[in-house]
């Protein structure tokens, strides 16, 4: 079955799970979900033009466009992990609780200056989007990037099975997604996977060296083929982001490296670009112009500049730790009237009330002028203080239009649910 599902995808021209963007041509897989049962649209899927449609579920009449298979999804994991072993190409992967997405967008950038380059898009790092990242390359790939998300133990290791990865790093370790790891060993051993199968499979691992978790967990495995990036030294900025000059400047080994991402809290990020591409054999000024011509979006470390106000915008996710490092960078990098938007960090489970409280004590300390709060998380330890609270984004957007902002230097910095991008238009 798996040989004639990798036939029916090279003859194909790509892999659709949702019948509403399929395009003739396409192989049809019918996932299932919670809210959701692909089978129910396999016929329309064929009727589109799909070349066949892989389900779970038999045709009322026989019809020979219809593969049917006994899980659907194990099918779509199973195939994406063939034709990564057909591919037969270098595969980097990239997991940790923060810079996942700005690592593995700086990554491709690089390695594209050499290679024809694959990376996946957006954040659909799951157990459904990385294989169909692995399922849109062909064999013009030269070299592809994954990045690997989990919430639970063993989610590492599973997609490390599908993506097969030759290299990789960890950006980092830190509280997030306390719900459904548990605690933060459980995040550390989750994450860890990825040591495990590159050390396993004579894998290369990045790893940042100011990061004492990171080492920590190296030497526990010995691991041997190691990069080792970020030079401590020399972690700190030149020049802060400015509303004259939309860069932020880090030094590296006395050279000038030059950025669009706001706050120092990116400097790792940017060095693993850096090695990642040394070690594929970027040339150094290749490397330099690629990070220089990122430009960040989707409301991930964005300087936005409008008619009245500076904003930093980092609000497709947030933790304890994202958000402690966002703090600190805008309050040391903004200047003038500076305004923290900030929205509740979720699935953080019964670690939830200190690490909100926390938050609270940080940004009251910061210096800000004003800060605008999101969430119930936060009701409880703003209470008797003078900041401005809000149970929604709807009700601060009432407030904002009411009571506009002008002049002001804004950090916006929440979680993505929160869907504080809501109130840019009125910033």
């Not at 990825?194 to 499979?201: E, Q």
């Not at 500076?338 to 609270?360: C, P, R, Y």
């Not at 936060?378 to 009411?402: I, K, N």
Request: hydrophobic letters at 45%; charged letters at 15%.
């Amino acid at each position: 079955m798996n040989n004639f599902l990798h036939q029916l995808l090279l003859a194909s021209n790509g892999v659709c799970t949702d019948s509403r963007t399929l395009q003739a041509g396409n192989l049809f897989v019918a996932l299932r979900g919670a809210n959701f049962n692909g089978n129910l649209f396999a016929a329309q899927a064929l009727e589109q033009g799909a070349i066949a449609a892989v389900t779970d579920t038999a045709p009322a009449a026989p019809d020979p466009r219809y593969v049917v298979v006994h899980d659907t999804l194990q099918a779509l994991q199973m195939l994406a992990a063939q034709h990564r072993r057909y591919l037969d190409i270098p595969i980097v992967a990239v997991t940790g609780t923060n810079g996942k997405t700005t690592t593995k967008e700086l990554m491709a950038n690089v390695l594209a200056k050499k290679y024809k380059t694959a990376a996946t898009q957006g954040n659909l790092n799951n157990h459904i989007g990385l294989p169909l990242t692995l399922l849109s390359m062909d064999k013009s790939t030269e070299i592809g990037v994954v990045e690997m998300g989990a919430n639970h133990p063993n989610e590492i290791a599973a997609l490390c099975n599908i993506a097969q990865p030759n290299a990789g790093l960890i950006t980092n370790v830190g509280k997030a997604h306390l719900e459904g790891f548990g605690s933060f060993e459980n995040i550390k051993k989750t994450k860890g996977e990825l040591y495990d199968y590159l050390i396993a499979h004579q894998g290369h691992i990045f790893a940042w060296d100011a990061s004492p978790h990171l080492l920590q967990m190296l030497h526990e495995r010995n691991a041997k083929s190691l990069s080792l990036y970020g030079e401590n030294a020399e972690q700190k900025p030149v020049s802060a982001h400015n509303n004259a000059t939309p860069y932020w400047q880090f030094l590296y080994k006395g050279t000038p490296v030059s950025t669009h991402l706001v706050g120092s809290y990116n400097a790792p990020n940017v060095w693993a670009a850096m090695a990642v591409g040394k070690h594929f054999g970027v040339a150094e000024a290749d490397i330099l112009e690629a990070i220089a011509a990122y430009q960040p979006a989707n409301n991930r470390s964005q300087w936005v500049s409008t008619a009245r106000n500076h904003i930093i915008v980092d609000a497709y996710n947030a933790n304890p730790t994202s958000m402690a490092a966002a703090i600190d960078n805008f309050a040391v990098l903004a200047k003038g009237n500076k305004v923290a938007i900030l929205g509740e960090m979720l699935e953080l489970g019964a670690a939830s009330d200190q690490e909100h409280k926390a938050i609270v004590q940080r940004a009251q300390q910061a210096g800000f002028e004003q800060i605008f709060w999101v969430g119930k998380c936060f009701a409880e330890w703003l209470q008797g203080t003078a900041h401005l609270y809000f149970d929604t984004v709807e009700e601060l957007a009432t407030h904002l239009t009411q009571h506009p902002l002008q002049g002001c230097q804004i950090l916006v910095k929440g979680s993505h649910d929160v869907h504080l991008e809501k109130i840019l238009p009125l910033l």
